[in-house]
C-alpha cells in the first residue's frame, strides 16, 4: 500500500500562523466497583490541527475499553483556533516528542525527528479550566518544564535504554513490542538465555555497566545521604532528594533494572531489612534474608540508607490497542468478583536504587490512551476523503464501517455489509444481463456474470480506485503506529525527504492528494498477488479477497444508507456497467408466445393460488415450469428464469433478514442465509406449495426421483422439529429448487420488476430461533466446552477415507476408515453397479471423566455425509451424558 492518506481538512494554508484547539471529551460512562484510583487519575490532552476538522469527525463518539469494570466514550470538541509564536510551536514540539518517544517507546530527539507534512499534528496538555481563550488552556508551564528538563540526558530516562547499555534487543531476538513502555528494558531481563549476562552474574555484570556509566552516583561520594532527615518526608533517590508528596504518583526508573513504575504509596512500615517474601508455594529455606540482602547477591549493590521507608509501586503498562474489547465475559470467570479480576500486583524498591522520571503519572496515563484515539480519527478522516472522491452523500461513519475488516477486531467491520453487497451486486447484473441479452442461455448468462463479479474482477477494480490506501486491514497496534515526529521502530531508517513542515512555519495541515490515480504507483510488479508495499521499509499484506470483500461492503453501505440509487451510483463510480436503454427493458413488456394448446393444458387457477400471485403474462409461468426434458414445443426451457430468479431470490432473502436481525454478529447471519438461500430448502418449498405436481418434463428417472424425496419431506414434516441435514437416502432434485427460482424469476419479470410480490412464496422465512445447527457444528461446539475443541483431518487413497480426530493438537481419536460396499441395483441403463458407501467413526477423550468413547455413522454414499451421521450419534451420547 503506498499513501496511507490522512486529511485534516480540505485546504491547508501552509503559511499561517493560525492553528485550531480541539479537546479530548474523555467520558467515563460508568467506573463500576474499581477501587483502582489510576482509572481516573489522569490528565487532560487537547491536539493541535492546521486546519478545521470535518463536522463528522466531531459527531464521531467511540467506545475506549480501558479497564474490565470502566465504560469508557471519547470525542473531540472544537475549542478555538490560536496563534502561536514560533518559540511557542518549538516547544510544542520538543513536548510532544518527548512524551509520545515515551509512550511509544522509541527513542527520538525533537531536534532531529523528521515529520511528515501528511500526518502533522501536536498533542499538548491542557489546565481544564475551561477558558475563554483557547490559548490559556494549554498548560505551558508544564510543557516548558518537560521540554527543557535535564533529566532527558540520563539514558535511563529516555526510551529503549537497552541501546546505550549495549545490548541491543534485536541482537537478543527479542521483539520490541513484548517489551513495550514499562516491560522489561535490560538485556538482563530479557531472560535470553544465549545472552552472555544471564543470570545473577549477567544481573550484577549488567549492573555494574550502568555504574560505571555515572548514571547512578558513587555511594561514598554523597556525604549529604548521611544527614538524612526522615521527619521531614524527604527521600534520597538515585540521584536527589525528594519530598514523599510530590513523589507519590509519579513514576520512578529502576536504575538496577530498567523498569519503570508508579509510585502507588511509601511504606513507612517496611524498610530494606524487612524479610524478603517467599515464592507463593514454595517452602523450603529462604534465597535472600531480607530486601538488602536481595539486591546484595542479586546485583552486587550494597544499599546505603537501609532505614529509608520502601516505595510501594506497579509497573507502567506498555501503551495498548484500547479500541478492541479486551475484557471478554466467560464461564472461566463468571465465578470470580470483579476484585479478583482486576487484581493489581505491587513491587517494593529502595528509593535510592530509583530516578525519578520527568513525565508524571497522570500525564503518561493520559497520553497512552492519545494513539487509540488518534487511530479512529485518521481512519475516520480517511472515510472522509473516500466520501468526497465518490460524490454521494452518505456518512463517512458507514463508509469506514466498510473500510474496516473483522481482522482489526474492532467493535464494527464490513462482514455484514459485504453479505448485503454481494446479493445485491449479483442480483443487479444478473438482471442487466438477463435484460441486454435475451439471447444468451443461461450457461452463457452465469460465465458472462462470473467475469463482472469475480472476486479478481473486483479486486482490480479496488486497485483502480486506490482503495487499498483506506482499508483498515490490521488490528491496531501502538508500537507499530506512527505518531507525528515519532516513528516506529521499523521505520527509524526512512530518509526523511525535504524540508520539516514546522521548519518554515508551515501550518499543522496535511497535503491534500488528488484521486487516485490507478493500479499504477501502488502495486510492485514484483510483489506477490495481494502484497501491496506500504510507504515506509515496512509491508502490509491485503489478500485480492480483502479487497473484493470492500467493494461489496461499499455497494451494501451505499444501498442502506441511499437504496437502489446510492448502490448503483457506487457501482458505477467503481466501474461495473449495468446501465441499459429503453430497447433492452422492452423485452420484458413483450407477450410470451406460448401455443394456446399448452395453456389450456395447464391448471393456473391451482398453480396461482399456491403462489397467491395472479399473473398477467402466463406464459412466463409455462416457462417457469418446462423443464429441459420436455419436447420442444415452442416454449423455451426455466433455465434463464432460474438465472435470474436465483439472483432475486438471494437479495431479497438476504435483504430480509439484514433488516430484521439488525444486531446479530456477521457469522449468524451468515448462517441464517445459508440455511434459507440452498436448493435443498428450495425443494422443500417446492412440496410445501405443490410445485412438483406442475413441473413440465420427460424423464422418468426425474419423475422417480422426486416422487421418493416428496415421501422423505412429507415424512419429516410429521416429526416436529427434525432436520435430516441431507443426510437421507435421497437427495434433493436439483429440479425442484430450480423450478422455485425460475418461477421467481418470471414474477419479477411480470410484476414490472417488484420483488415484494412474491415475498409469500418463502414463508415462513427462517429464524434464529428456528435455525436448526448443523451437527458437526454443534459437536465442534459442544467439545469446545468439554474437552477445548476438535479438529477432523481427512485424507482419500483410493477408495479409502482415513479421518484422525484432535483436541488440542494431540491425537485423541482413532482414524477410522473402512469402507463397504453395498450391492445396488442400477437404476438405470449404463449406471455404476455397485454404489459406495462410506462409514466415518468419531473418538473422544473426555478430560473430565477419562474415558473414550466411539460412534461409528450409517454407512453413506461420501465421507462428508458419513462424517455428519456420525455427529449426530455422538451429539445424541453427549447430550445423554451432559444433560
Same mark, same amino acid.
Given at each position: ?23 479530548? @471529551? ?44 470502566? /465504560? ?55 489546565? =481544564? ?9 494549554? @498548560? ?16 535511563? $530516562? ?50 555494574? /555497566? ?116 479486551? !475484557? ?32 508524571? =503519572? ?80 443461461? =450457461? ?27 482499508? $483498515? ?29 514546522? @521548519? ?75 446501465? !441499459? ?100 430448502? !428450495? ?102 466446552? $468439554? ?23 494431540? $491425537? ?17 441403463? =449404463? ?16 478430560? @473430565? ?6 460412534? /461409528? ?27
Amino acid at each position: 500500500m503506498q499513501g496511507e492518506w490522512i486529511l485534516s481538512g480540505r485546504d491547508a494554508c501552509y503559511n499561517s500562523k493560525l492553528f485550531h484547539l480541539y479537546m479530548y @471529551d474523555i467520558e467515563c460512562v460508568d467506573i463500576g466497583s474499581s477501587k483502582d484510583p489510576f482509572l481516573t487519575q489522569v490528565l487532560e490532552f487537547a491536539v493541535v490541527f492546521g486546519n478545521e476538522l470535518d463536522a463528522e469527525v466531531l459527531s464521531m463518539s467511540m467506545d475506549l475499553f480501558i479497564a474490565r469494570t470502566m /465504560i469508557t466514550k471519547a470525542s473531540l470538541v472544537f475549542r478555538g483556533s490560536i496563534d502561536i509564536t514560533e518559540s511557542q510551536l518549538a516547544s510544542l514540539k520538543s513536548f510532544h516528542v518527548r512524551l509520545m518517544s515515551i509512550v511509544l517507546d522509541v527513542d527520538v530527539e525533537p531536534s532531529t525527528t523528521p515529520w511528515d507534512p501528511s500526518k502533522a499534528y501536536l498533542f499538548v496538555p491542557v489546565v =481544564g479550566d475551561n477558558s475563554v481563550d483557547p490559548l490559556k488552556e494549554i @498548560d505551558w508551564d508544564l510543557v516548558e518544564k518537560i521540554s527543557k528538563t535535564d533529566a532527558w540526558n540520563n539514558p535511563l $530516562q529516555r526510551a529503549r535504554p537497552d541501546v546505550y547499555l549495549g545490548t541491543n534487543e534485536r541482537t537478543l531476538g527479542g521483539d520490541r513490542r513484548e517489551y513495550g513502555f514499562g516491560k522489561l528494558r535490560h538485556g538482563m531481563a530479557f531472560g535470553q538465555k544465549s545472552h552472555p549476562t544471564y543470570g545473577i552474574r549477567g544481573a550484577v555484570a549488567q549492573f555494574d /555497566i550502568v555504574k560505571a556509566s555515572g548514571l547512578v552516583p558513587n555511594r561514598n561520594a554523597i556525604e549529604i545521604g548521611n544527614h538524612l532527615d526522615l521527619t521531614k518526608r524527604k527521600l534520597m533517590m538515585a540521584d536527589s532528594f525528594i519530598g514523599v508528596e510530590d513523589l507519590v504518583g509519579r513514576i520512578v526508573t529502576a536504575a538496577h533494572s530498567g523498569k519503570r513504575f508508579y509510585v502507588d504509596s511509601v511504606r513507612y512500615d517496611m524498610t530494606a531489612e524487612n524479610s524478603f517474601p517467599r515464592k507463593e508455594g514454595y517452602l523450603g529455606p529462604l534465597e535472600y534474608s531480607s530486601y538488602a540482602d536481595y539486591y546484595r547477591q542479586k546485583y552486587g549493590v550494597e544499599l546505603i540508607y537501609k532505614q529509608q521507608p520502601l516505595i510501594r509501586g506497579r509497573g507502567v503498562s506498555y501503551c495498548k490497542n484500547l479500541l478492541s474489547p479486551r !475484557f471478554e465475559h466467560s464461564e472461566a470467570n463468571e465465578g470470580e468478583s470483579e476484585e479478583a479480576l482486576d487484581k493489581t500486583y505491587y513491587v517494593f524498591l529502595p528509593p535510592e536504587l530509583c530516578f525519578v522520571h520527568p513525565l508524571p =503519572g497522570s500525564l503518561v496515563r493520559g497520553a497512552q490512551r492519545l494513539p487509540s484515539i488518534m487511530r479512529r480519527v485518521e481512519s475516520m478522516l480517511l472515510a472522509i476523503q473516500l466520501k468526497d472522491i465518490i460524490n454521494y452523500p452518505v456518512p463517512a461513519s458507514k463508509i469506514l464501517e466498510a473500510l474496516t475488516a473483522a481482522s482489526c477486531q474492532e467493535t464494527f467491520c464490513y462482514e455484514r455489509a459485504e453479505l448485503l453487497g454481494d446479493a445485491y451486486l449479483k442480483w443487479v447484473v444478473s438482471r442487466f444481463l438477463f435484460l441486454k441479452y435475451p439471447q444468451k442461455h443461461e =450457461g452463457q448468462l452465469t460465465r458472462m456474470r462470473q467475469q463482472m463479479v469475480s472476486n479478481m474482477v473486483l479486486y482490480q477494480y479496488a486497485l483502480n480506485k486506490g482503495l487499498q490506501s483506506y482499508i $483498515q486491514a490490521d488490528r491496531f497496534a501502538p508500537s507499530r503506529w506512527a505518531a507525528p515526529g515519532v516513528l516506529p521502530v521499523f521505520d527509524e531508517d526512512i530518509k526523511e525527504t525535504g524540508s520539516s513542515l514546522f @521548519d518554515n512555519e508551515r501550518a499543522l495541515g496535511v497535503t491534500v492528494p488528488g484521486e487516485a490515480q490507478g493500479a499504477d504507483g501502488y502495486e510492485d510488479d514484483e510483489m506477490e498477488d495481494g502484497e501491496l508495499e506500504s510507504d515506509s521499509s515496512s509491508y502490509r499484506v491485503l489478500s485480492s479477497k480483502t479487497l473484493a470483500d470492500v467493494v461489496e461492503a461499499l455497494i451494501g453501505i451505499y444501498y442502506v444508507e441511499g437504496g437502489k440509487k446510492a448502490a448503483n451510483n457506487l457501482m458505477k463510480w467503481i466501474g461495473i456497467q449495468i446501465d !441499459f436503454g429503453p430497447k433492452e427493458l422492452e423485452c420484458t413488456t413483450r407477450p410470451s408466445n406460448v401455443p394456446e394448446s399448452i395453456l389450456r393444458s395447464i391448471n393456473f387457477d391451482a398453480l396461482e393460488g399456491a403462489l397467491n400471485i395472479k399473473f398477467e403474462d402466463r406464459g412466463l409461468l409455462v416457462e417457469a415450469i418446462t423443464h429441459a426434458s420436455r419436447p420442444s414445443s415452442g416454449v423455451s426451457c426455466y433455465q434463464r428464469l432460474e438465472f435470474v430468479g436465483d439472483a432475486v431470490l438471494d437479495h431479497l432473502i438476504t435483504k430480509h433478514l439484514f433488516f430484521t436481525y439488525t444486531d446479530l454478529p456477521p457469522g449468524r447471519l451468515t448462517d441464517l442465509r445459508a440455511a434459507a438461500v440452498n436448493n435443498e430448502n !428450495f425443494a422443500r418449498v417446492a412440496v410445501k406449495h405443490k410445485l412438483h405436481l406442475h413441473l413440465r418434463h420427460g424423464s422418468s428417472a426425474l419423475e422417480k426421483q422426486i416422487r421418493d424425496f416428496v415421501k422423505e419431506v412429507q415424512d419429516e414434516l410429521s416429526k416436529p422439529g427434525f432436520n435430516s441435514f441431507g443426510l437421507g437416502d435421497c437427495k434433493a432434485p436439483k429440479v425442484l429448487g430450480d423450478i422455485v427460482e425460475s418461477i421467481a424469476g418470471a414474477i419479477f419479470l411480470d410484476s414490472g420488476r417488484d420483488t415484494a410480490v412474491f415475498q409469500p412464496l418463502l414463508h415462513p422465512m427462517v429464524t434464529p430461533e428456528t435455525l436448526p445447527m448443523h451437527p458437526v457444528r454443534e459437536l465442534q461446539e459442544r467439545c469446545q466446552q $468439554q474437552a477445548e475443541g476438535l479438529e477432523y483431518k481427512a485424507t482419500r487413497s483410493g477408495n479409502l477415507a482415513t479421518v484422525e480426530v484432535f483436541i488440542d493438537g494431540v $491425537q485423541v481419536g482413532i482414524a477410522q476408515n473402512p469402507q463397504k460396499k453395498m450391492a445396488q441395483k442400477c437404476v438405470s441403463e =449404463g449406471g455404476p453397479a455397485h454404489a459406495k458407501r462410506f462409514t466415518f467413526a468419531v473418538r473422544v477423550n473426555t478430560t @473430565d471423566r477419562g474415558w473414550t468413547d466411539e460412534c /461409528i455413522g450409517e454407512p453413506m454414499p461420501s465421507v462428508k455425509k458419513a462424517k455428519d451421521s456420525a455427529a449426530v450419534l455422538l451429539l445424541e451420547l453427549l447430550n445423554k451424558l451432559y444433560p
